[in-house]
């Protein structure tokens, strides 16, 4: 009897790339909805801006490998890079702004590590923070929400500024902008101002920003559906949360007037897109369970760190980054026990 034997694995999950990426993409588009309704037309312009770039820039690096683009386009990947980008990116920035960005992720973050699965470090926030340390000005110019301007801009007056820079007559761009809800804060300590006093702006809500506090709670819906999902584990935004909660927690103890209480720190800023969303990325994280678990200690270690000594007002991109460099050391010295080994 002639038997047939069959390699392993014998069964899997049905999990691919391309599958993975749209369940996250699906889990990030309540969140996006909420901005785009929240900010204007310019979110929608920007994410187009960065898509458009992020498909032609994969497209070349992928022929320039000898490889079929179409493939590759088709696994998601540099979709939902673009769609973190345009997130994290303010809604009425510059054309070029996100475009220089994203063509950064695609080449130097992504391609010339190897392409997927070979990057040493999350491609989104490498474009967020080359971005944030080329161009200032630009990056931290935030849209106030819908509600909070007296008249909104339209989609051809948001097309008019990103492309050419212009406003309707009579208007100010500081009419339509203010100051992040972290940037605020940071702003009127440094002024010695107590922090029960900054609460009182009207940009600030009831646990983070006016608008802000509804994406993030959004973001953190759409994490724990990851995890239902289990396309994500709980050791990294777990770890991350608490320890930046706790961090928060304990020096507002210390001093409530210096110091911003822990759900502020949670609901502001990009605490949740970071903890759910990009220090989970299974190419640039840690990938033992402890190792996991030191991974997202130290990015809410290093977010809080930076937000209240730092000189930038939130710290999960440049924290994910350093623990992207930190994780292969963290893996190397985490490694769980291999199987039949004596104690």
Request: glycine residues 10%.
């Amino acid at each position: 009897m002639n038997g047939v034997t069959l390699s392993s694995p014998h069964t899997h999950n049905d999990n691919s790339v391309s599958r993975v990426m749209v369940l996250v993409m699906l889990a990030l588009l309540p969140a996006y909805a909420a901005y785009l309704w929240l900010f204007g037309w310019g979110v929608l312009i920007n994410t187009v801006l960065i898509i458009t770039a992020a498909f032609a820039s994969e497209a070349v690096m992928v022929k320039l490998r000898g490889r079929d683009p179409i493939a590759t386009l088709k696994d998601g990947s540099a979709l939902l890079t673009a769609l973190l980008l345009s997130i994290a990116m303010p809604p009425l920035a510059p054309w070029w702004l996100g475009v220089t960005g994203i063509i950064f992720a695609m080449v130097f973050a992504k391609h010339l590590f190897g392409g997927l699965g070979q990057n040493s470090f999350n491609p989104a926030m490498v474009a967020y923070v080359v971005l944030l340390i080329s161009f200032p000005v630009q990056m931290t110019s935030w849209l106030a929400p819908a509600s909070m301007q007296e008249s909104p801009l339209t989609l051809t007056q948001s097309l008019d500024y990103t492309f050419t820079g212009h406003l309707p007559a009579n208007s100010a761009f500081d009419a339509y902008t203010h100051a992040t809800t972290l940037d605020q804060m940071k702003t009127e300590l440094k002024r010695g101002h107590e922090v029960s006093k900054t609460l009182a702006s009207p940009i600030f809500g009831a646990l983070g920003g006016k608008g802000w506090e509804i994406i993030n709670t959004l973001l953190l819906l759409g994490g724990l559906w990851l995890l239902w999902k289990r396309l994500i584990s709980w050791h990294v935004p777990a770890a991350m949360l608490a320890t930046l909660f706790l961090m928060a927690g304990l020096f507002h103890l210390i001093n409530p007037g210096h110091y911003p209480g822990p759900l502020f720190h949670i609901f502001s800023g990009g605490a949740l897109l970071g903890a759910f969303f990009i220090a989970t990325d299974p190419v640039t994280c840690a990938t033992s369970v402890r190792g996991r678990l030191l991974f997202g200690f130290g990015v809410g270690l290093t977010t809080y760190i930076i937000r209240t000594w730092g000189g930038y007002p939130d710290g999960v991109a440049f924290s994910v980054l350093l623990m992207n460099m930190a994780a292969p050391a963290i893996d190397y010295f985490t490694q769980p026990r291999v199987f039949g080994h004596k104690s």
